[in-house]
């Protein structure tokens, strides 16, 4: 299929993202009005403007949304303010929230980025607002009963395990070996996983890492770094490396591809790049089946997105211009 078909194809699909959803704030702050507290004598950062997007699994489903894909998040997030904006950013971006479960006592995963008006840099320590502790069971239940109620009715399964403390953010061992079980089950449905530090604990999924992920996991799971093996071992349909500019490669039952891309010289911002990826190319392999083709889009929409500041998003029309 060429990038239209492709384009057209992909509007009908439906797509569930489960995992870590956060919220992401962009604060531009005024050197010019930085004065001194009259109590402590601590100069303030004073923010001017605030603007707030979805940001982790978020960023993946407006990735999607921008493709004219229809996508739902089952994510766990705190029931306060951060929360109440979190949800309210969903909506506007036309992304279906009633997976998402308010847990009282949670803290919304939320990243405060402080960016100079003057200069546009992001420039002093991120402010992050984090929940230090497990999942308690009574969310991780909610959170399984919610992916369960969707899965039936979506075509794509992305799972979206960012967090790097040691039992996981919303996908902690109880709902990762639900997804797994449930994909063993339903051979024929695409469930796709980016897993930042957690890769090899996962089993019938196709597993998205980056090259740096992919050799620590395979070093954790193998003793060694041996990409077919680990694909075996974690029983994975498809296992795909991603490697910045020099492409990505693709390891299944058939063997090793390596799919090049044109490197990028002198890119604004590479954040959420692995994300945007994760948005074109999964949507590409359910409607093309061949994982080439899906690597090769996801690549033009990353290719995008990292010419663009903060999390951006790659639209049809900038698609078919490129």
Same mark, same amino acid.
């Given at each position: 299929?060429?990038?239209?078909?492709?384009?057209?194809?992909?509007?009908? /699909?439906?797509?569930?993202?489960?995992?870590?959803?956060?919220?992401?704030?962009?604060?531009?702050?005024?050197?010019?009005?930085?004065?001194?507290?009259?109590e402590?004598?601590?100069?303030?950062?004073?923010?001017?403007?605030?603007?707030v997007?979805?940001?982790?699994a978020?960023?993946?489903?407006?990735?999607?949304?921008?493709?004219?894909?229809?996508? +739902?998040?089952?994510?766990?997030?705190?029931?306060?303010?951060?929360?109440?904006?979190?949800?309210?950013?969903?909506?506007?971006?036309?992304i279906?929230?009633?997976?998402?479960?308010?847990?009282?006592?949670?803290?919304?995963?939320?990243?405060?980025?402080?960016?100079n008006?003057?200069?546009? *840099?992001?420039?002093?320590? =991120?402010?992050?607002?984090?929940? +230090?502790?497990d999942?308690?069971?009574?969310?991780?239940?909610?959170?399984?009963?919610?992916?369960?109620?969707?899965?039936?009715?979506?075509?794509?399964? /992305?799972?979206?395990?960012?967090?790097?403390?040691?039992?996981?953010?919303?996908?902690?061992?109880?709902?990762?070996?639900?997804?797994?079980?449930?994909? +063993?089950? &339903?051979?024929?449905?695409?469930?796709?996983?980016?897993?930042?530090?957690?890769?090899?604990?996962?089993r019938?999924?196709?597993?998205k890492?980056?090259? &740096?992920?992919?050799?620590?996991s395979?070093?954790?799971?193998?003793? =060694?770094i &041996?990409?077919?093996?680990?694909?075996?071992?974690?029983?994975?349909?498809?296992?795909?490396?991603? =490697?910045?500019?020099?492409? +990505?490669?693709?390891?299944?039952?058939?063997?090793?591809?390596?799919?090049?891309?044109?490197?990028?010289?002198?890119? *604004? &911002?590479?954040?959420?790049?692995?994300?945007?990826?994760?948005a074109?190319?999964?949507?590409?392999?359910?409607?093309?089946?061949?994982?080439?083709?899906? /690597?090769?889009?996801?690549?033009?929409?990353?290719?995008?997105?990292?010419?663009?500041?903060?999390t951006?998003?790659?639209?049809?029309?900038?698609?078919?211009?490129?």
């Amino acid at each position: 299929m060429n990038v239209g078909e492709i384009l057209e194809k992909i509007r009908g /699909v439906r797509v569930l993202i489960v995992g870590d959803l956060c919220l992401d704030r962009w604060c531009r702050y005024d050197p010019a009005l930085s004065e001194a507290s009259r109590e402590t004598g601590i100069p303030r950062t004073a923010v001017v403007s605030t603007e707030v997007t979805p940001g982790a699994a978020g960023t993946i489903a407006n990735n999607l949304r921008a493709l004219g894909v229809d996508v +739902a998040i089952a994510a766990a997030i705190g029931a306060d303010g951060f929360g109440f904006e979190l949800e309210r950013a969903l909506v506007q971006n036309g992304i279906r929230s009633e997976f998402v479960y308010r847990a009282p006592g949670l803290a919304t995963f939320t990243y405060t980025k402080l960016i100079n008006v003057n200069t546009g *840099v992001e420039d002093l320590p =991120r402010v992050d607002f984090i929940q +230090a502790h497990d999942l308690p069971r009574d969310v991780e239940d909610a959170v399984i009963a919610r992916v369960e109620a969707a899965w039936n009715n979506v075509d794509v399964v /992305v799972v979206s395990d960012q967090a790097e403390t040691a039992t996981g953010g919303v996908v902690t061992p109880r709902v990762r070996e639900w997804i797994c079980t449930r994909a +063993a089950q &339903d051979p024929a449905k695409i469930v796709w996983v980016d897993s930042r530090v957690r890769s090899e604990h996962f089993r019938h999924v196709i597993l998205k890492p980056n090259r &740096d992920e992919a050799e620590e996991s395979s070093l954790r799971a193998l003793g =060694r770094i &041996d990409f077919p093996a680990y694909r075996e071992l974690t029983k994975s349909p498809l296992l795909i490396v991603t =490697r910045g500019g020099e492409g +990505a490669s693709i390891y299944s039952a058939d063997g090793e591809t390596n799919v090049v891309t044109e490197r990028i010289e002198n890119p *604004v &911002d590479i954040c959420g790049a692995g994300d945007s990826f994760t948005a074109g190319a999964v949507v590409t392999l359910h409607v093309t089946g061949s994982a080439e083709q899906a /690597v090769r889009f996801g690549n033009m929409v990353a290719s995008i997105t990292i010419m663009k500041p903060g999390t951006g998003t790659a639209s049809p029309e900038e698609l078919l211009a490129q």
